[in-house]
C-alpha cells in the first residue's frame, strides 16, 4: 500500500476553499476568562421596535439619543 495514498489531507482542497464563506476571525475568537462574554457589561436589556431601529442602527446611537433626552430634561427642569 501506498503510504501517501493513506494519508489524511490536512488543507481543503482549491474547490473547496472557493465553496468557504469568508469568516471574521476575530468575531470567531474565544476569549479568555469564565466565557467570552466576561467583559461585556450589557446592564438592562430592553427591546427596541424595527421601525424604531431603522432611525439608529446601533446601540451606541440609541444610547447617545437617550442621554440627548435625558440632558435635555434635566436642563428644561432646572430652568
Known sequence: M???AMKKQNEP???ALEEMPEIDDERCR???GRGHH???SL???VAIEPEL???FGSAE???DALRRVVSDRKKAAGS
Do not use: H
Request: aromatic share 10%; hydrophobic share 40%.
Open 30 to 32: 474565544r476569549l479568555p
Open 13 to 15: 482542497s482549491a474547490e
Open 61 to 63: 446611537a440609541v444610547n
Open 2 to 4: 501506498n503510504d501517501d
Open 53 to 55: 431601529w431603522a432611525y
Open 38 to 40: 466576561v467583559n461585556r
Open 43 to 45: 446592564g438592562e436589556l
